[in-house]
């Protein structure tokens, strides 16, 4: 009888057998290649899910990251393994990523990793941020990426956008309305939602914090007498906190540096407040025009247009010599010491400063203001904050350069043009490489405001 089963038997023996090499085989961890992520933001997290609970050094040793970047490993749990780079990752590139063989689970038999897995994993490059159309239609954000073409309409406001504001690393884009509520754009899954309802007061101008834990913008009420109607800068914690006015009178135009200090214009007072990093009472500077200005990378002056008369500076054709309003970039030290006059004395319109993320140039528009070399357009100016020498970058006197916009890396300048002798023609966006000096080229027609993210 037992004779007869034989077969039987050893072919139940071999069924089982292979049942439970696919049930270990099942159970054998593996790492899974994201389907979401394979292309990222050059400060974002690699995350790298298991099918299991895993040993985190048997991880570790196996880790394939080609080229080899410093990061810190943090295990959200024991299946997802957070890559966070120490430095951002380098923009452009693609990463090899993946776990070699051998990776052990952490439950017993605590069975191994039988092939080694990887995937490619693209940081994005730095991209060009603006409002399309300037005129005609409601505005929203658009996402260009100069190296290829490829254009992204990022917000649908029915109402049009009236400004925006990147956090550093491009993950979150600020904006506020027509309406004037406040929202946020969230890059990593495009969604955007509303962060301020603000009622019947008009919110505008947001502008983040270096680290994303605060939202600066200017407030009007509409519910008021309209000598009252003026706006105030409020602050609003990102953490779910509420918002407070920063100061309970007429203040504009928020500006945060990298490193953390606020700048407010009161124009009833004509100064400039800057609050500090850490806390304490504001600087003032006395200044006039109240334009937006660019602060040093490193926080030590803020650097914006004044108005003072300079003596003798028109020649007339007469030959007569006039004093004549001027308008000078002027750096304001964080240190309290005395302003440093950065145009020099000469008779121009120096405006719309932007310095580079590595403190190196200073970027603006200037404007002679004598008869030999005035002309109708602002053109744009270059200043090496090292030599000190300054460059004229256009020479095209009808033409007016503004908004201008250091890329992160600060190789390329994007900026504004717009034709001061035909007022019918739409805006332009054009993009310069500093650094090789190649022909400007343009990108967009019709669009504003832009603005370079990671």
Same mark, same amino acid.
């Given at each position: 009888?037992?004779?007869?089963?034989?077969?039987?038997?050893?072919?139940?023996?071999?069924?089982?057998?292979?049942?439970?090499?696919?049930?270990?085989?099942?159970?054998?961890?593996?790492?899974?290649?994201?389907?979401?992520?394979?292309?990222?933001?050059?400060?974002?997290?690699? &995350?790298? #899910?298991?099918?299991? !609970?895993?040993?985190?050094?048997?991880? /570790?040793?196996?880790?394939?990251?080609?080229?080899?970047?410093?990061?810190?490993?943090?295990?959200?749990?024991?299946? #997802?393994?957070? $890559?966070?780079?120490?430095?951002?990752? !380098?923009?452009?590139?693609? $990463?090899?990523?993946?776990?070699?063989?051998?990776?052990?689970?952490?439950?017993?038999p605590h069975l191994p990793s039988l092939k080694t897995v990887t995937w490619e994993v693209a940081v994005s490059a730095p991209s060009l941020l603006y409002l399309w159309p300037s005129r005609d239609a409601p505005a929203n954000i658009y996402r260009l990426q100069p190296a290829g073409g490829e254009v992204q309409q990022l917000t649908s406001d029915t109402t049009g956008i009236t400004g925006y504001h990147a956090s550093p690393d491009g993950q979150y884009i600020y904006y506020a309305n027509v309406q004037g509520d406040l929202y946020v754009l969230d890059r990593s899954n495009g969604e955007s939602?509303?962060?301020? =309802?603000?009622?019947?007061? &008009?919110?505008?101008?947001?502008?983040?914090?270096?680290? +994303?834990?605060?939202?600066?913008?200017?407030?009007?009420?509409?519910? &008021?007498?309209?000598?009252?109607?003026?706006?105030?800068?409020?602050? /609003? !914690? $990102?953490? *779910?906190?509420?918002?407070?006015?920063?100061?309970?009178?007429?203040?504009?135009?928020?500006?945060?540096?990298?490193?953390?200090?606020?700048?407010?214009?009161?124009?009833?007072?004509?100064?400039?407040?800057?609050?500090?990093?850490?806390?304490?009472?504001?600087?003032?500077?006395?200044?006039? #025009?109240?334009?937006? *200005?660019?602060?040093?990378?490193? *926080?030590?002056?803020?650097?914006?247009?004044?108005?003072?008369?300079? !003596?003798?500076?028109?020649?007339?054709?007469?030959?007569?010599?006039?004093?004549?309003?001027?308008?000078?970039?002027?750096?304001?030290?964080?240190?309290?010491?005395?302003? %440093?006059?950065?145009?020099?004395?000469?008779?121009? %319109? @120096?405006?719309?400063?932007?310095?580079?993320?590595?403190?190196?140039?200073?970027?603006?528009?200037?404007?002679?203001?004598?008869?030999?070399?005035?002309?109708? *357009?602002?053109?744009?100016? /270059?200043? @090496?904050?090292?030599?000190?020498?300054?460059?004229?970058?256009?020479?095209?006197?009808?033409?007016?350069?503004?908004?201008?916009?250091?890329?992160? @890396? +600060?190789?390329?300048?994007?900026?504004?043009?717009?034709?001061?002798? @035909?007022?019918? $023609?739409?805006?332009?966006?054009?993009?310069?490489?500093?650094?090789?000096? =190649?022909?400007?080229?343009?990108?967009?027609?019709?669009?504003?405001?832009?603005?370079?993210?990671?």
């Amino acid at each position: 009888m037992l004779r007869k089963n034989w077969p039987n038997l050893v072919g139940a023996i071999f069924l089982l057998a292979l049942a439970f090499l696919a049930l270990a085989w099942w159970r054998t961890p593996k790492p899974l290649p994201p389907i979401e992520q394979t292309k990222i933001l050059p400060q974002a997290d690699i &995350v790298i #899910t298991f099918s299991a !609970p895993m040993q985190p050094e048997s991880v /570790l040793e196996r880790l394939i990251l080609v080229p080899p970047q410093p990061f810190e490993p943090t295990w959200e749990n024991a299946r #997802t393994l957070h $890559l966070h780079p120490q430095t951002a990752w !380098p923009a452009g590139t693609r $990463l090899q990523v993946g776990v070699g063989e051998g990776s052990r689970a952490a439950a017993w038999p605590h069975l191994p990793s039988l092939k080694t897995v990887t995937w490619e994993v693209a940081v994005s490059a730095p991209s060009l941020l603006y409002l399309w159309p300037s005129r005609d239609a409601p505005a929203n954000i658009y996402r260009l990426q100069p190296a290829g073409g490829e254009v992204q309409q990022l917000t649908s406001d029915t109402t049009g956008i009236t400004g925006y504001h990147a956090s550093p690393d491009g993950q979150y884009i600020y904006y506020a309305n027509v309406q004037g509520d406040l929202y946020v754009l969230d890059r990593s899954n495009g969604e955007s939602r509303l962060l301020l =309802d603000c009622g019947q007061d &008009v919110c505008a101008n947001p502008q983040v914090n270096p680290s +994303g834990t605060q939202l600066a913008f200017e407030r009007t009420p509409t519910d &008021v007498p309209p000598q009252q109607a003026y706006p105030q800068v409020w602050l /609003l !914690p $990102l953490d *779910g906190g509420a918002p407070s006015p920063l100061e309970k009178r007429h203040s504009r135009q928020p500006q945060w540096s990298p490193t953390g200090w606020l700048s407010i214009y009161l124009p009833n007072k004509g100064i400039f407040q800057a609050y500090p990093p850490q806390g304490g009472a504001p600087l003032k500077w006395e200044n006039q #025009t109240g334009e937006k *200005g660019a602060w040093q990378p490193d *926080g030590s002056a803020f650097i914006t247009p004044q108005l003072f008369s300079l !003596p003798n500076a028109y020649l007339t054709e007469s030959g007569t010599l006039l004093d004549t309003l001027v308008s000078h970039l002027l750096a304001y030290p964080t240190t309290g010491a005395p302003s %440093e006059d950065w145009s020099e004395e000469q008779p121009v %319109e @120096d405006v719309y400063p932007a310095i580079s993320p590595d403190g190196r140039y200073l970027a603006f528009a200037r404007k002679y203001l004598d008869a030999q070399r005035w002309s109708l *357009g602002r053109q744009l100016w /270059l200043r @090496d904050l090292q030599s000190g020498q300054t460059t004229m970058l256009t020479n095209t006197p009808s033409y007016s350069y503004t908004a201008f916009a250091w890329s992160p @890396d +600060g190789v390329q300048l994007a900026y504004l043009r717009a034709n001061q002798d @035909d007022f019918s $023609l739409p805006p332009e966006i054009w993009i310069m490489n500093i650094a090789a000096g =190649d022909k400007p080229l343009r990108l967009v027609i019709d669009g504003v405001a832009p603005q370079w993210i990671p």
